[in-house]
């Protein structure tokens, strides 16, 4: 191959390595924005990150049993 063409092929593969690269770091730059927000908004809550788990199934029980609860509130003859 021709010297000159090998370094113009060279140079492409290295400008959109660059490319690559400041897309990845913008793309890292906004995901350590929205988890910093996540982290703001768990504590605004009064949940650690390592108790969301928990968290989230304390809710969806107590969700559970308002359903229940309100089901139970409602007229059974109520055809919907």
């Known amino acids: 191959m021709d010297p000159e ?3 113009h092929e ?3 593969k290295i400008d959109k ?3 690559m690269r400041y897309k990845a770091e913008a793309r890292l730059e ?5 988890r910093q ?3 703001d908004e768990l504590d605004k809550l009064n949940v650690k990150p390592e108790e969301l788990d928990n968290e989230i199934k304390n809710i969806s029980i107590q969700i559970e049993d308002l359903l ?3 089901k139970g509130l ?3 003859n109520l055809g919907v």
């Open 5 to 7: 063409k090998e370094i």
């Open 10 to 12: 060279l140079k492409q």
């Open 17 to 19: 390595a660059k490319a």
């Open 30 to 34: 906004e995901l350590q924005k929205q």
């Open 37 to 39: 927000q996540l982290l």
């Open 68 to 70: 229940k609860k309100a």
């Open 74 to 76: 409602l007229p059974e």
